[in-house]
């Protein structure tokens, strides 16, 4: 078979690294820094400020770290932070790879692997999203228990390709991609800092983007039984339990989803970085909890 090489530059194509190019830039990352981090968080759009709080760091912008894509949406930093939170050694993604911004699927998830293979267990993920459950206001949090990966119906799942048995297994099972230890655990950090009112948890919807979705596709999803919507998250997590990382996930709602024909509402987002300021700290006093508790 003849394979066009445009084809191979299509973004759904499906293009791979190789094991030793992640080992590479793994272990690039472990000479720069002293801590062996054991937890790693993306922080989303206007969630950087966690990287603040964490002691002893040591800040490295991608453009930096070989074959770390370089991030272009307003609001995200594009830098990697190491130190520690709450004792913790950590590594925090301030700025995150979205597909809508034109990366290969391969570039999105790139930093999962080389988190793994630096040693890192843990990934906790953040993200903004359009609130869809009638009982999710402006500035709610929704610890995700499930994840729909509308992409992947359409054949754009970031394991496409020849898989990497060193990594994980051809059919990695996502029915407990969401650690229920570690959901239970925000709970009870959530009562501890007395979140309860503004708290849930459901379903995140994964959409591609860049374009918000249309008042027809919002009902779909909600039909669908997604709770939050959003532009990314999905296959980072999908290569984080690839290779056996636990990991948990957390929404800020920054706006409710355009459900009726008659809404003056509009989708945009400056809200959605308005909001984020908002309920900002709120959920990175939650996340820093939830690491002071974590093994
Ligand atoms: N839709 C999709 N992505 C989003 C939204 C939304 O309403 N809000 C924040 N990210």
């Not at 988190?115 to 869809?132: C, D, K, P, Q």
């Not at 990497?164 to 239970?184: H, I, N, W």
């Not at 309860?196 to 039984?225: N, W």
Request: glycine share 10%; hydrophobic share 40%; charged share 20%.
């Amino acid at each position: 078979m003849n394979v066009d090489e445009n084809d191979l530059l299509h973004p759904a194509h499906g293009l791979q690294n190789t094991y030793n190019e992640y080992k590479e830039t793994a272990d690039w990352l472990l000479a720069e820094i002293r801590i062996r981090p054991q937890i790693a968080v993306i922080c989303g759009s206007g969630l950087g400020g966690l990287a603040d709080l964490l002691s002893d760091k040591t800040t490295i912008p991608y453009e930096k770290i070989p074959r770390f894509p370089k991030s272009t949406v307003p609001g995200h930093a594009g830098k990697l932070v190491f130190g520690e939170l709450r004792g913790k050694p950590c590594a925090c993604m301030q700025g995150r790879f979205h597909f809508y911004e034109g990366y290969p699927i391969n570039e999105v998830t790139f930093p999962i692997r080389v988190f793994h293979l630096m040693g890192i267990e843990t990934l906790i993920v953040t993200n903004a999203a359009g609130g869809l459950n009638d009982e999710f206001k402006v500035g709610d949090i929704m610890i995700i228990n499930d994840h729909i990966n509308l992409p992947g119906f359409a054949g754009l799942n970031p394991l496409r390709g020849s898989n990497e048995e060193r990594f994980g297994v051809r059919f990695p099972c996502m029915s407990d991609a969401y650690d229920k230890t570690l959901r239970q655990m925000a709970l009870d950090s959530s009562q501890d800092l007395g979140y309860q009112d503004f708290i849930h948890d459901g379903v995140y919807c994964m959409l591609a983007g860049p374009s918000y979705e249309t008042i027809a596709e919002s009902r779909l999803l909600k039909i669908l039984g997604a709770d939050a919507v959003g532009m990314s998250t999905v296959p980072e997590v999908i290569l984080a339990r690839h290779c056996g990382m636990r990991v948990f996930g957390i929404s800020l709602i920054t706006n409710k989803v355009v459900m009726d024909y008659n809404s003056q509402e509009k989708a945009n987002h400056e809200e959605v970085l308005q909001t984020s300021r908002h309920r900002a700290e709120a959920l990175l006093r939650l996340i820093s909890n939830l690491v002071g508790k974590i093994n």
